[in-house]
């Protein structure tokens, strides 16, 4: 069975893949790594910088054109890992984005400036990983893996799954953007608008089937291939590449939709900072499907907890 991939063919595959999901109360045990596609030979020689090979348990560095900031402020020294972003911030639980271009493809290709914030900000001091799960330069983001997958692998690094509303401030920065490098669509500095390729439903079920198809279908780029793709606050391709996992439970207990996906992918789809996709369940796994993690400091600054975070309607208009 192949469709053409899109939004809509993305939401027809849900209910067959559902039928092979386990049910949506399991617990999020410990879980083995989900298959992530190889690079290519072309994939690999078009990296821009080649990766000499790692001892097995060691783990490449991360660095970032904003470490500097970081290291000549004292009060931000040493709040979040070296592969971890600090945000501080002020989340906005009410923005909406006006299009003032747009387009049949992607629904908008320029957003207007000045949108004001039209709730009471929230005051976030969190930490997120700078890049893509497994975080590590030079790797594959981590896909195929399910919103209870995403949660146990976190927490076995001694994090959390993000909720949706960090997601979205480390995303938007201080100013609020629309993408996390301004307001125009194009030129963007990050994996977005590749051509769709065709994919096969039967083949991404079956486990011996299934790495194959990954390959076949693989788009994304290696971690740390777009270092301009970064928003303000330190945080790396969170437009395109892959979807990502967000958990809109911990913003609001009472959700209908737990598990929620920020970012788009590497297709030509919508993915503004706070547009969020929220009809896959916790069970649902594709191709495009990835995460990164959230934790507090560990400098000691108090700040209170996070507000419950209950849209008065989700934005889907990004």
């Known amino acids: 069975m192949v469709k053409a991939i899109g939004a809509g063919a993305l939401l027809g595959v849900v209910a067959l893949a559902s039928r092979y999901a386990p049910a949506w109360e399991r617990p999020a045990a410990s879980v083995p790594a989900p298959p992530c596609p190889t690079a290519t030979a072309a994939e690999a020689s078009s990296f821009p910088v080649p990766l000499a090979p790692l001892p097995d348990g060691a783990s490449r560095s991360f660095p970032s054109p904003r470490a500097a900031r970081f290291d000549a402020d004292p009060a931000l020294r040493g709040a979040c890992p070296a592969s971890m972003a600090l945000v501080d911030g002020e989340f906005c639980p009410d923005l909406s984005y006006e299009c003032v271009r747009p387009t049949d493809t992607v629904s908008c290709a320029e957003y207007a400036r000045g949108k004001r914030c039209l709730g009471e900000p929230d005051h976030r001091r969190y930490c997120i990983d700078q890049h893509e799960w497994p975080n590590r330069i030079g790797d594959n983001p981590q896909v195929y893996v399910d919103w209870f997958e995403a949660k146990a692998l976190c927490a076995e690094a001694g994090k959390r799954l993000c909720r949706r ?27 977005v ?16 089937t299934r790495e194959g198809e990954l390959s076949r279908l693989w788009q994304a780029d290696r971690i740390g291939s777009h270092p301009d793709c970064v928003s303000a606050f330190g945080a790396y391709d969170q437009s395109g590449n892959v979807d990502e996992w967000t958990d809109d439970l911990a913003d609001n207990p009472g959700s209908s939709h737990p598990s929620t996906l920020n970012g788009g992918y590497w297709g030509p789809v919508r993915d503004t900072c706070r547009l969020t996709t929220t009809s896959h369940g916790p069970t649902f796994k594709f191709y495009q499907v990835g995460f990164r993690c ?8 108090i700040v209170p907890p996070p507000r419950p975070w209950i849209e008065r309607k989700p934005d889907k208009s990004g």
Do not use: H, T, Y
Request: with cysteine; proline share 14%; glycine share 6%.
């Open 165 to 191: 509303s960090e997601w979205i401030l480390a995303c938007e920065g201080p100013k609020r953007l629309p993408f996390p490098w301004g307001f125009v669509r194009q030129p963007s500095p990050c994996n």
């Open 193 to 208: 608008d590749r051509a769709s390729i065709p994919f096969d439903v039967e083949a991404m079920i079956d486990a011996s």
């Open 294 to 301: 959230c934790s507090d400091p560990s400098d000691g600054v």
